[in-house]
């Protein structure tokens, strides 16, 4: 496999894009749409996938998709889910041409027209689902916590809409105290019956992905209003798994499966307790703007 993945701080993926983009010292977006409709998609963007961290299933996928679609030519530049969004916002206010690394619910999709590319491969898999994991020996210890987690099931919607307000500059906590407070019908179905404890310590652990960033808060506030004292962790993916695996933290909502997550299931197998899917169709691939016409499968970006 030919895995080119570089690493690049946000400034230098600033930089980057402006230069992948096309953009001199001129705010013309016409010049710089007539200068991308006479060269190929590559060059527009200097062959240039914007990613985000280097050790996300994500990435690992985006690597097997330079593979499978033969795209030699290609890099994979890695940062953070901040800086590509950066990237993307700059791009779009100039509609210039840019390629990201995308998933799904995630505010960029409500914040901007966007699209994914087609894989017909299927190198991204299908659509994907969101699990929650927990320690194995969770059930016995903390068991009304447990089932609220079996009971824990949301839509897309319901995350984009804690996700949104946080990039409008509500903080998590509030944002998630506000989606709580409007839906009692949904949380009442997760706590229905479920007695309330007094001070139990449980610990939550989760990658720092907008759409996690949402969930746990969300999560937080309502253990807390059964009697528990969370605490929170963000990590990226490998020690949120290895934790739990290890017992350092007890639980996390955060594993998309089969694909973008499927290393970590794996090499921790019998250490995890897959307690269930709390959403469905989440999707992950290669995303572009919709006003990039031309560009509709990974298979264009060869041309």
Avoid at 187 to 204: F, H, R
């Amino acid at each position: 496999m030919f895995k080119k993945i570089t690493g690049i701080g946000t400034a230098a993926l600033l930089a980057l894009t402006l230069t992948a983009c096309g953009s001199d010292d001129t705010n013309d977006s016409s010049k710089g749409k007539a200068e991308a409709g006479s060269r190929s998609v590559g060059e527009t963007v200097e062959y240039n996938i914007v990613g985000i961290d280097p050790g996300s299933g994500h990435m690992e996928a985006t690597a097997k998709a330079l593979e499978v679609y033969d795209l030699k030519d290609w890099n994979v530049i890695a940062g953070n889910g901040a800086a590509m969004t950066a990237a993307l916002k700059r791009a779009y206010d100039k509609e210039e041409p840019i390629v990201i690394t995308g998933w799904n619910p995630h505010w960029k999709f409500l914040k901007y027209d966007l699209k994914f590319l087609d894989d017909p491969e299927l190198v991204y898999g299908d659509s994907e689902e969101i699990h929650s994991i927990g320690r194995i020996g969770l059930q016995k210890d903390l068991p009304e916590a447990y089932e609220i987690f079996q009971r824990f099931k949301w839509g897309t919607d319901d995350m984009s809409e804690i996700m949104v307000a946080i990039e409008d500059g509500t903080k998590p906590e509030k944002a998630a105290q506000n989606w709580v407070d409007a839906n009692e019908d949904k949380i009442a179905e997760w706590t229905s019956g479920v007695n309330k404890v007094d001070g139990d310590e449980i610990k939550l652990v989760y990658a720092p992905w907008d759409s996690e960033i949402a969930s746990h808060n969300m999560m937080k506030i309502v253990l807390e209003d059964m009697g528990y004292d969370v605490t929170l962790t963000a990590v990226e993916p490998g020690p949120m798994f290895s934790a739990i695996a290890d017992g350092g933290a007890d639980a996390t909502f955060a594993a998309w499966l089969p694909i973008t997550h499927k290393t970590y299931v794996e090499k921790f197998e019998g250490k995890l307790d897959d307690i269930g899917v709390n959403m469905v169709g989440v999707r992950q691939g290669l995303v572009v703007p919709a006003y990039m016409e031309d560009v509709n499968s990974i298979e264009d970006l060869k041309k």
